[in-house]
């Protein structure tokens, strides 16, 4: 996990209440996802970025939205949080489209009450 | 839309007792096959890239194979600190980001 740092590493928040989530890189990484983990599921991409204010959708991205403003930050927002997205999110950084694999930070876990 | 299916779910072996781990997987345009290692608790870790048929990769003693519809995972003569659940993913052509398998919970028992 050297160069990403998720903070914070776990979160109990409260039904219909707006949550950040934050992952800092220090690899100088153009490209920068996140992912959810959830039991029987697996890894599933919400959104991702390719460079500085671009951004865009992944797989499961109803109810969030990203926004990266210098290369080394990447946000992620639950507007209204749902007991669904009780969730573990991991942060993923890669130099190119994942040629040489993604360096996955070590995840926050978040609980939707 | 990309699939991956992995299996078994969990394996339960000895030490020293070989076996594999496998990769199904649909895409369209295959720019990539991935293995990761997660341990409890942590992100996963980068093991293998794969990009053609007939492709290996070998770390210590993993060594990932690849076809047209299928990779393996080999695991020789494992110890009890390769316990971990392994993760398999795609990039396909019209992707962006990787499609990952719901992965095999692996235990290996001294």
């Known amino acids: 996990d050297a160069g990403i740092t998720q903070s914070p590493r776990h979160k109990v928040t409260e039904t219909g209440t707006p949550v950040t989530l934050r992952c800092h890189q220090t690899?100088?990484?153009?490209?920068m996802y996140w992912y959810r983990q959830d039991p029987g599921h697996g890894l599933r991409l919400i959104h991702y970025s390719y460079g500085v204010k671009d951004t865009d959708k992944g797989e499961v991205s109803d109810g969030y939205s990203v926004s990266r403003s210098k290369t080394e930050d990447f946000l992620l927002t639950l507007e209204s949080a749902t007991s669904s997205q009780t969730s573990v999110y991991f942060c993923?950084?890669?130099?190119?489209?994942?040629?040489?694999?993604?360096?996955f930070g070590s995840g926050t876990r978040l609980t939707v009450v | 839309e990309d699939q991956v299916t992995q299996s078994p779910e969990a394996l339960r072996l000895q030490e020293g007792e070989s076996s594999s781990l496998n990769c199904s997987y649909t895409?369209?345009?295959?720019?990539?096959l991935f293995w990761y290692r997660q341990d409890p608790g942590k992100g996963p870790e980068f093991l293998f890239t794969?990009?053609?048929a007939g492709e290996e990769k070998e770390k210590e003693r993993l060594k990932a194979t690849l076809t047209k519809k299928e990779s393996f995972l080999h695991i020789t003569a494992p110890k009890p600190e390769d316990s971990a659940t392994y993760l398999c993913a795609v990039q396909g052509g019209g992707a962006d980001g990787l499609t990952f398998g719901k992965g095999t919970h692996l235990i290996i028992q001294p």
């Open positions: 993923a950084t890669g130099a190119t489209e994942a040629n040489y694999g993604y360096t």
């Open positions: 794969l990009y053609s």
């Open positions: 690899e100088n990484h153009r490209y």
């Open positions: 895409v369209s345009g295959l720019r990539g």
